[in-house]
């Protein structure tokens, strides 16, 4: 459906190990990068923790009878569905998980943990003072 989008998360909720979607797009009308609605995987800003980069490392367009796998790992399996573009054709997709006995190691850093938060429990509480040099020119 046109305007159709996801943002972005690590699908880490409870026992999920891998997710996976089969894409099921018309044959017949390949999807382009045009329709928008690809899958986009993204890499972790280095050196911040749990953090996803602003820029996807990488990105699957929606085409017929392929499937997109990848490990569900928290604060890291970071994705996203761009805007779907076109009200021409329809984004047909089947998604779902492979399942854990138990909850990941680390699942405290999933991003539906941080959603549920009440505001100002992520926020920092004490700040350390700045080690460095002056860089202000003075």
Do not use: C
């Not at 991003?111 to 002056?134: P, R, T, V, Y």
């Amino acid at each position: 459906m046109q305007g159709g989008h996801l943002l972005n998360h690590d699908d880490v909720i409870g026992t999920r190990a891998i997710s996976f979607i089969i894409y099921l797009t018309d044959p017949d009308d390949p999807w382009t990068a045009a329709d928008g609605g690809a899958l986009e995987l993204y890499p972790l800003v280095e050196g911040v923790p749990h953090t996803p980069d602003v820029i996807p490392a990488t990105s699957h367009l929606p085409v017929w009878n392929t499937m997109a796998m990848f490990i569900v790992q928290p604060g890291k399996s970071f994705h996203s569905v761009q805007e779907v573009l076109t009200s021409e054709k329809p984004r047909f997709s089947i998604s779902g998980w492979f399942h854990k006995a138990t909850p990941q190691e680390g699942s405290q850093h999933a991003s539906l943990q941080q959603l549920q938060m009440k505001a100002g429990e992520d926020q920092i509480q004490e700040h350390a003072e700045f080690q460095g040099s002056n860089t202000g020119g003075d």
